[in-house]
């Protein structure tokens, strides 16, 4: 315990921020065939890393298989659609559950208009323009594990099997979609009452695809991004990661299947889309961003202060006893800092790595950093 004590002023107190980045990269092998299917199921594609609710709202991929200690809950996948989009109908699988959700996602990213009426998300983030609405939206909502305190603006990649065919063994720009928010770094928006977000556009062009929500983690993305996706019955190993154990839609076994992502909207089930997502994923890539705030306490021993050691052992007899003679200057050795209230309650105990002499002849100002 401390015996001679210095308060700290103002002066002496000074903060900062630094932001830490981590590249989150998540392959297409690793959200859909890694751990192959669940052994206690038959039935494509249980596999063992993704676990279904009985509520059937949404799908969770982990790392691992969900039930292992060691597994990571990486994203959720779901979808949904606005009760006034052209494809909603009550005679819709799940109909009911698709309209909820979009409407909570909704009402969290974009929030309620001067009526009341929950925003629609919209296709450039203006919302008071009447620009293009995004009506039926799929939503990969990102865990907190991954994204930290925030996504990276700028920093977003997601490639998607997508429009053309596929020839076994090659990806080519006719059949990979890459998204990107290229220019998340200076264009963002900040009129969401979750945070900011940016546009995702096809990579190298201005066509907007959908919006990543930096702080909440979340990406909307709208269903058309799906849409007119062909396979050829030829390539089964394609059909079968595609179609999973639902029946085909628009099918023509003959010669080619298409995939409509507004059919699939209306006649699939939630999971079920979720599996033809992550089927189609080739790889989700980007930056997190870690806020270290600190505080910087300035801890100054002038050349007239502490110069006399708390420690017991530094008197005998009334006496320093690290003096030779009466002529030799006090002399201690700093080793810690302890931060104390108002009311001298110990807070805080910072340790040197080494000991620091000290003397009337020199002065000593330690860096006390407190990281939260």
């Known amino acids: 315990m401390g015996t001679s004590f210095k308060n700290i002023t103002a002066d002496d107190v000074t903060t900062t921020r630094t932001l830490l980045h981590e590249n989150i ?18 039935a494509f594609p249980n596999e063992q890393n993704i676990k279904n609710f009985s509520h059937g709202m949404f799908q969770s991929v982990y790392d691992y298989p969900f039930l292992s200690s060691s597994a990571n809950h990486i994203f959720d996948i779901t979808i949904g659609y606005s009760s006034g989009s052209a494809i909603a109908a009550s005679t819709n699988t799940q109909h009911e559950k698709k309209r909820n959700i979009y409407s909570q996602m909704a009402q969290v990213l974009m929030g309620n208009d001067v009526t009341g009426a929950i925003q629609l998300f919209d296709e450039d983030g203006d919302i008071t323009s009447g620009g293009t609405k995004l009506t039926s939206c799929i939503f990969l909502n990102f865990s907190r594990l991954l994204t930290k305190d925030e996504i990276k603006k700028g920093e977003t990649s997601l490639a998607f099997l997508t429009g053309g065919h596929l020839v076994t063994g090659s990806l080519s720009a006719d059949n990979l ?10 264009d963002y928006r900040i009129n969401s009452p979750a945070g900011e977000y940016g546009i995702l556009y096809k990579q190298y062009s201005t066509t907007p695809y959908g919006l990543i929500y930096y702080q909440a983690g979340i990406a909307v993305l709208t269903s058309s991004v799906f849409d007119n996706l062909t396979a050829s019955a030829e390539n089964p190993t394609l059909y079968n990661a595609l179609m999973m154990d639902t029946a085909p839609i628009n099918s023509d076994l003959g010669n080619s299947i298409l995939i409509s992502a507004t059919s699939s909207f209306t006649g699939s089930t939630i999971r079920q889309v979720a599996d033809q997502i992550r089927h189609r994923t080739h790889n989700i890539s980007f930056n997190n961003t870690t806020e270290l705030n600190s505080t910087i306490y300035f801890c100054r021993a002038n050349h007239n202060e502490f110069n006399y050691s708390s420690n017991p052992t530094y008197l005998s007899a009334s006496k320093v006893f690290v003096k030779e003679n009466n002529l ?30 000290k003397t009337p002849n020199n002065e000593i100002t330690l860096k006390v950093r407190l990281d939260y």
């Open 25 to 42: 990269p998540l392959t297409g092998t690793l959200i859909s065939g890694t751990y192959g299917v669940d052994a206690s199921s038959t």
């Open 177 to 186: 979609l890459t998204l990107v928010d290229a220019s998340g770094s200076t």
């Open 328 to 357: 030799d200057v006090p002399v201690s050795y700093t080793t810690t800092v302890g931060m104390y209230s108002a009311d001298s309650e110990l807070l805080a105990v910072a340790k040197l790595s080494e000991p620091l002499k």
